[in-house]
């Protein structure tokens, strides 16, 4: 990380400002060039701390498996993404809300990584509220953010996305980051390009007359090509990781590490409220709801 200096009478970047501190204000300006500095350092620890839970081709793959009696991914990701049939929005969904309230946690118009605790909270207000997603939902998000296994998962799908968007804007203020999200970006699209093609094939040999093992052959093909790139991607990583250790910026994220793990692990304390537990059991077709035409979870914010 290159270190960043105030800037001078003679910086033209300084001239015209009449509202920043100078030397004549000693304690202002301190108090001013420590507040960027550390929420300079607090960006580029949840950057690398975000990128390093992409540990999956997909970001839905993060949350296989969600343990029982939590929310699925599907609902999870119906009520984050916008509610659309045939190309209209019916109802934002929680990504887009976000991106209205708070306006100024998305500087020119891209997300800021040190927002990672704030914008998590904001999603657990929203999922567990029952104006918003209804008393049962409410009920089942409320016991899953008390699990902390689903909690991690679901903090790694809501803040990955949001971090791509910063990737794709070249807004990423930690170069460990951008690495990590190189790798895993252009991996994906690799994948899905080979998928594409082995897919394409599928179709065709559907259209004729193949028995059914050999379209068992070509789907074990395409799930196989997964699992190969899955392995490769995180050796890949491994190795960056490796070489990642010895960087300025990998300090930085060790140093904040801790309070950006305290912090968002004190969310479902702070946020959730204690919610009676629903009548009847919560039907399936609202566990497994999706709320959108849209067949591809990574496409769905």
């Known amino acids: 990380m290159k270190p960043t200096f105030p800037a001078g009478p003679d910086n033209p970047k300084s001239r015209g400002s009449r509202d920043r501190p100078t030397l004549l204000e000693l304690e202002s300006f301190a108090v001013k ?6 929420l300079e350092e607090i960006d580029i620890a949840s950057e690398i701390y975000l990128a390093r839970n992409w540990s999956h081709v997909h970001y839905a793959d993060l949350m296989d ?5 939590t929310a699925s991914k599907e609902m999870l990701l119906g009520w984050l993404n916008d509610y ?7 109802r934002p969904g929680i990504v887009r809300l976000y991106r209205r309230e708070r306006p100024k946690h998305f500087e020119g118009g891209v997300w800021s990584a040190s927002r990672l605790c704030q914008y998590i909270e904001y999603v657990a207000r929203k999922l567990t509220d029952p104006a918003f997603v209804g008393k049962e939902r409410a009920y ?21 996305k ?12 930690s170069h460990l980051a951008a690495g990590y999200m ?3 970006y252009h991996s994906r699209q690799q994948l899905e390009d080979t998928a594409g093609i082995i897919g394409r094939a599928f179709k065709n040999a559907a259209g004729k007359a193949v028995s059914h093992k050999e379209l ?12 190969v790139a899955e392995v490769n991607i995180k050796a890949v990583l491994r190795e960056h990781l490796a070489f990642s ?5 990998y300090f930085v994220y060790k140093k904040w590490l801790p309070r950006i793990e305290a912090d968002l692990k004190s969310v479902p304390e702070k946020v959730t409220a204690v919610l009676p537990a629903p009548a009847v059991e919560l039907p399936k077709r609202l566990v497994d709801e999706r709320f959108s035409d849209v067949d591809d979870l990574d496409d769905l914010f």
């Open 65 to 69: 498996g969600a343990p029982p009696g």
């Open 216 to 227: 068992e052959v070509l789907e074990g093909l395409k799930n196989g090509l997964r699992r």
């Open 84 to 90: 659309v049939r045939h190309n209209k929005i019916l």
């Open 182 to 184: 190189r790798i895993m």
């Open 140 to 160: 089942l998000f409320n016991q899953s953010f008390h699990n902390q296994e689903w909690f991690s998962k679901a903090v790694a799908v809501c803040g990955l």
């Open 245 to 249: 250790v010895r960087d300025e910026e």
């Open 162 to 173: 949001l971090l791509e968007d910063c990737y794709l804007n070249n807004a990423l203020k």
């Open 33 to 38: 060039e420590a507040e960027k500095r550390i």
